[in-house]
């Protein structure tokens, strides 16, 4: 999926519509020892009944995310780019 590197896009700081530069985002790494980790990892390893938490779906693709920052006030939004996919997020080098 192609994208521009640059979009006019509305600013809630600014409230007004000004010039945003686009930034893939990245997810930073996890760590296996955090509380929140370490709680679902023992919920999830149950004793009877049903098990909280567990997925029984898998969903098939990520949903592919930009951070948007304003040039004028320098404040950064997230968005989501269309749906579900398994196409990576990539620079239109044509327009840019
Ligand atoms: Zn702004």
Redo the contacts with the bound molecule.
């Keep these: 999926m192609k994208i521009v590197k640059e979009i006019n896009s509305y ?1 809630p ?2 409230n007004k519509h ?1 010039p945003h530069t686009v930034k893939l985002y990245a997810k930073g790494a996890m760590r296996g020892t955090d509380i929140g980790n370490r709680r679902r990892a023992r919920k999830l390893k149950g004793y009877v009944g049903k098990v909280k938490g567990q997925a029984s779906v898998k969903k098939l693709a990520k949903k592919q995310k930009i951070l948007l920052t ?1 040039k ?2 320098k ?1 950064t939004l997230e968005r989501v780019v269309g749906s579900r996919t398994k196409k990576r997020l990539e620079f239109n080098m044509e327009t840019a």
Excluded: A, F, L
């Design positions: 600013c700081k600014c000004t304003c004028v006030c404040y």
